[in-house]
């Protein structure tokens, strides 16, 4: 079992302890606690960093700073990689030698800095969590009993039939909305405006909300906006989200329900029923299609728990 040195001191190399390399990684560890004045705890981060660093290039007797080329950095973030090392780990690994070799060419005049351009391997996109269409009807299952319940009602609506931001239904005015042509005008990133379709549903529950929407406004901003308080105030995104997750307790769901999971819901059970990756890109307002294809891989994940289920072929037999 090994120890920390004591308070202020550098950990002194091990096994090959007089090699340059070791020496300049000595070096640079009394630079950060003297001259930079880490704490310790930074410390025994480079420190455990570098140290697995020099074990690497000593492997490849690569035994002086000098010998250390891109490759021999590729193969150590590699190497970390196949133990297991998180994204963010590797990451703070490749930081400390950047700084190491950086430290280099100050001290010794060495331009060059083999870790440069040397990357950890991207963090896996996490998929969206959706509902399935169970799921959305459980949800939008009101209780249609007071004003703010109509409110709610239209809001949940709205998200799960337009797919929208937070920050995109939170602004709608009620000019925004055209009845008579079931469209609905929004602003997105960028100031970017667009228009999208509303269902009809959505357009009912938002004309049941509208019969009963509070006359009198706090100021001119609300007196424009479609969804108010009982105060007459534009409701903010953080009320928008907490009266979902209410919603979703109220309806027995297992998890929180967001904004975000409606519009992903919306978008998933869009592309699976028409397979249009353009079309859910211009609803959604995204300005690269590679934002738009994430929904794909849900979809081809519904079609494997279909084939899964239903090929004949698709499970192992038991074997007896």
């Known amino acids: 079992m090994t120890t920390s040195p004591p308070q202020g001191e550098v950990a002194p190399a091990a096994g090959a302890a007089a090699s340059e390399l070791a020496t300049a990684i000595e070096g640079f560890l009394v630079y950060l606690r003297d001259v930079r004045q880490l704490s310790r705890h930074t410390l025994d981060g480079y420190r455990h960093d570098l140290l697995t660093l020099r074990r690497h290039c000593e492997e490849q007797d690569r035994t002086s700073p000098t010998q250390v080329v891109e490759a021999d950095i590729r193969q150590w973030a590699s190497q970390l990689h196949r133990r297991g ?3 963010s780990s590797i990451q703070r690994s490749l930081s400390a030698a950047r700084s190491f070799f950086n430290y280099l060419g100050r001290e010794q005049g060495r331009p060059r800095n083999p870790a440069a351009s040397v990357q950890a391997p991207r963090k896996p996109r996490k998929l969206p969590k959706t509902l399935d269409a169970d799921q959305v009807n459980k949800f939008l299952s009101f209780d249609e009993d007071s004003v703010i319940a109509r409110r709610d009602r239209a809001i949940a609506e709205l998200f799960y039939s337009s797919g929208l931001r937070l920050a995109e239904l939170a602004a709608i005015d009620t000019g925004d909305i055209d009845a008579q042509s079931r469209l609905l005008t929004v ?7 667009r228009t999208i379709p509303v269902g009809s549903v959505a357009l009912d529950a938002i004309q049941r909300w509208l019969e009963v929407r509070p006359p009198v406004a706090a100021d001119d901003d609300s007196a424009a906006a479609l969804f108010t308080s009982n105060q007459g105030r534009r409701i903010g995104a953080r009320s928008i989200q907490a009266r979902l997750r209410l919603q ?6 297992h998890q929180d329900i967001h904004p975000h999971m409606l519009r992903h819901s919306f978008a998933s059970h869009l592309l699976e029923s028409s397979g249009d990756l353009r079309a859910v890109q211009e609803l959604l307002g995204h300005a690269n299609i590679s934002t738009t294809q994430i929904y794909t891989h849900l979809d ?3 079609l494997a728990k279909v084939y899964d289920a239903a090929h004949p072929r698709a499970r ?3 074997k007896g």
């Open 300 to 302: 081809f994940q519904h």
């Open 187 to 193: 602003t997105g990133k960028g100031n970017k405006a």
């Open 248 to 253: 979703g307790r109220k309806a027995g769901m």
């Open 85 to 87: 090392l998180a994204g």
């Open 316 to 318: 192992r037999r038991d």
